[in-house]
């Protein structure tokens, strides 16, 4: 079994950090678009048309499902791709939609996300087509992508940001509020401490996994024949991706090859 996933650069091994946990035998292929990286300040059409790059490229390495691990290419390309592949793309803002409100219990819930993600209004959308008398509050947060880029998910300037951001929620009266970037989950405990205490945090990298894995129990069910292998792909440069990398996912990532498409 092999699961390809992309982001626009480490955010999306948050994602994988949940494959490997609910599905330990699968085989891994991942693509960072680091040297493309923020998607959330770019156009749509630019999105859609990386997105399609990559999955393209994840087809040839013969996966059996994908996930886009990216809020913000799920907001702009999920739909147009869904359906052009011979296996399942899976986004994540539907997924983290339904774990949201399996949790909230006021149906106030805050979303921080991308510009693209926010402006998009795929989350609203999303949750009030689940329930229409949810209320949704946005905050884009575009800081935060590009400092945990450089490796800071901590100290005066993640602090900064996460002052500004997370002032939007103070006394709003959500009770849940949605990681609707898969960067933002390496910021936890900083957002924790910016934020009223008892308001429950969703990251959905963990309902998604989970939609993934119903969708392969055929796959699951059978028993591995080989060891899982795990390979990374990145238009960024390769050193930073395994060394930035490999402090989130806990171990030495072995295989990291650049890779770059037609801008
Ligand atoms: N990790 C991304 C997301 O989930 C994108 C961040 C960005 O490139 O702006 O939205």
Do not use: W
């Amino acid at each position: 079994m092999k699961i390809g996933l992309f982001d626009s650069g480490l955010g999306g091994l948050t994602v994988v950090r949940e494959v490997k946990r609910q599905l330990p035998e699968a085989s891994i292929e991942f693509f960072g678009d680091n040297g493309r990286n923020p998607y959330g300040p770019r156009p749509r059409e630019e999105i859609v048309r990386f997105s399609r790059q990559i999955l393209d490229f994840l087809a040839e390495k013969g996966i059996d499902l994908a996930i886009i691990a990216c809020n913000t290419a799920t907001a702009a390309a999920l739909s147009e791709v869904q359906g052009a592949y011979p296996f399942p793309v899976l986004g994540v803002i539907e997924p983290g939609a339904r774990a949201a409100l399996a949790v909230s219990k006021n149906r106030r819930i805050g979303v921080i996300a991308t510009q693209f993600t926010i402006e998009s209004g795929a989350y609203t959308l999303t949750l009030q087509s689940l329930d229409p008398e949810v209320q949704v509050l946005g905050q884009a947060c575009p800081l935060f992508t590009p400092l945990v880029e450089q490796g800071k998910t901590s100290g005066p300037e993640v602090e900064a940001a996460a002052r500004e951001y997370l002032t939007t929620f103070q006394g709003s009266g959500i009770d849940t509020l949605v990681l609707g970037c898969t960067h933002y989950p390496l910021l936890l405990d900083v957002i924790r401490q910016h934020l009223d205490p008892g308001i429950n945090i969703v990251d959905p990298a963990e309902a998604t996994v989970a939609q993934a894995k119903s969708l392969l129990k055929t796959k699951v069910a059978a028993p591995a024949a080989v060891p899982p292998t795990y390979r990374f792909y990145t238009s960024g440069d390769p050193e930073l991706f395994a060394r930035l990398g490999s402090n989130i996912l806990g171990c030495p990532l072995e295989h990291v090859e650049r890779v770059t498409f037609p801008t």
